[in-house]
């Protein structure tokens, strides 16, 4: 019987991921650097760990609580059996890190990671199941402080990144205060804390949904349930009015300033020590950040701020984008959040037995760039290299020589390696790679000494409606010495 032969693979992606091609990449390397650069001056060093880490170091703290480690690629080693996964984000590599080095690094340990990160979910638009993040954590600090800190670097990164100061505010909370209307409610027993905790967490799913149900939606979740439009039930905490009306109070606490606030707030605790702890925190967060030039323009106190994290255990912050897009219904509407973290002080002790005091942010890479897009500060086309042409093989060692010149002179450049017996393919192949400009040297200019600079940026933007004066004025290709090549070009670059 004939063997069956195997069919060509499709040339396409695994579902739910993507490629990123030189302009994306460069874009992003440039943001990342400028952020990169405001942690660095803020005394915190880079570390890079593996893409895997064992299932068990990474634990099972993924976003959705229902499903605690079903959101991982995991495969079992057939050697010794133990199960391995790549990393779902950079915060549980740098826990077991922080425990595996404690003897060797310094406490408080302060480092930024940034790399990408895969989530094994149902792709969907804009929505992939590999992303990039960018994190700044601190290790060992238990003050406020630290949490002051990053929430305050967090704003210079922005800034740094592209978002204008007015476009963007990072909004606080303190889980210890969730903790404490748990407690009022009576959703908390501190002697049995498993207890209640489906009630919990579907209460906190459903503070995470104001937004986009409004006070009555949440209303119904935390009760017996709501159902939407489409006729899809989804069943609620099943809390008693008074309690749900204290959650509610909760939510709606936020006040004109945050003084009024941070009062209010204390009303709706009273009664719980961990609540009023919160608040404390909260306010000395507020004061240590306006010390630092931080005032209510670019940080509020929101308790509708929740996380869905479950190892946050104190403050928590997210930074959102305040200005509006047009969504895919053509509607404008918020931009909304970009990056977010809190602390996290028991997330270490799994490895440890003891508590750690920690407290970090995440940046959502691709969120950041579509922002910085949307505002028109992101997305520029980055130049290509500078094309050497041939205009004759056997003098491909002079070309190949003036593409040396230049890239020693720190400009990009290569030589067409292409056919070269269409010259009007060559450009073609220039413009494609965006290149600002093609060197041009046949054998009438060896002959002389010369070579030809097309300015390609320059005669594009002359293409599109340039007068017959501005084209004696500003020629698109002129010739110059061969020994002023380097030179020729980089008047060229530093035109554009």
Not at 272 to 301: C, K, W
Not at 348 to 356: D, H, M, N, Y
Request: net charge negative; hydrophobic share 40%.
């Amino acid at each position: 019987m004939a063997k069956k032969t195997q069919g060509r693979p499709r040339a396409q992606n695994p579902r739910g991921f993507r490629d990123y091609f030189g302009p994306e990449v460069a874009e992003r390397d440039a943001m990342l650097a400028r952020i990169a650069a405001v942690y660095h001056r803020y005394g915190f060093d880079a570390l890079e760990t593996p893409a895997v880490e064992t299932v068990a170091a990474l634990g099972s703290y993924l976003p959705d609580v229902d499903r605690p480690n079903a959101g991982i690629f995991a495969w079992q080693e057939a050697d010794d059996g133990d199960w391995l996964a790549l990393r779902y984000d950079l915060t549980a590599p740098l826990a077991r890190v922080a425990a595996q080095f404690r003897n060797e690094l310094p406490t408080p340990y302060r480092r930024y990671a940034m790399g990408p990160v895969w989530r094994n979910e149902k792709p969907g638009p804009g929505r992939f199941r590999q992303f990039y993040q960018c994190d700044a954590d601190t290790v060992g600090a238990p003050s406020v402080a630290a949490d002051a800190e990053i929430c305050a670097m967090l704003a210079e990164a922005l800034e740094a990144a592209g978002i204008a100061r007015g476009d963007y505010v990072l909004r606080l909370n303190n889980r210890k205060v969730l903790t404490g209307v748990m407690e009022v409610a009576g959703l908390w027993d501190g002697a049995d804390p498993p207890r209640f905790e489906a009630e919990r967490g579907t209460v906190l799913r459903a503070i995470d949904k104001l937004d986009r149900l409004g006070p009555e939606g949440v209303r119904a979740l935390l009760g017996e349930g709501r159902r939407d439009e489409s006729g899809d039930f989804t069943k609620g905490a099943g809390l008693a009015q008074e309690q749900a009306e204290t959650v509610m109070a909760f939510m709606e606490a936020k006040r004109g300033d945050g003084a009024a606030t941070l009062a209010r707030l204390r009303e709706v605790v009273a009664g719980s020590q961990t609540g009023q702890a919160g608040v404390e925190e909260l306010e000395s967060i507020a004061g240590l950040l306006d010390a630092q030039g931080i005032g209510p323009d670019r940080a509020v106190i929101d308790p509708s701020v929740v996380r869905g994290l479950g190892y946050y255990t104190g403050p928590v912050f997210e930074a959102e984008l305040t200005f509006e897009i047009t969504g895919e219904d053509g509607k404008p509407r918020q931009f909304g959040s970009v990056a977010g973290g809190g602390r996290y002080d028991d997330l270490v002790k799994r490895f440890t037995g003891q508590a750690v005091p920690a407290t970090g942010i995440s940046v959502g890479v691709d969120r950041l760039l579509a922002a910085l897009r949307a505002t028109g500060r992101g997305g520029a086309q980055a130049h290509g290299p500078v094309v050497v042409t041939v205009m004759d093989r056997a003098r491909m060692a002079e070309y190949q020589a003036m593409a040396g010149e230049l890239r020693a002179a720190g400009i990009r450049a290569e030589v067409y390696l292409g056919n070269p017996k269409n010259f009007g393919n060559q450009l073609k192949y220039a413009d494609r790679r965006a290149a600002p400009a093609a060197v041009i040297a046949g054998e009438d200019e060896a002959a002389r000494g010369v070579v030809q600079i097309k300015d390609l940026a320059l005669g594009a933007e002359l293409a599109q409606g340039a007068t017959l004066e501005e084209w004696k004025s500003q020629p698109a290709q002129r010739e110059v010495a061969r020994a002023d090549l380097v030179a020729a070009v980089r008047a060229i670059l530093e035109r554009g």
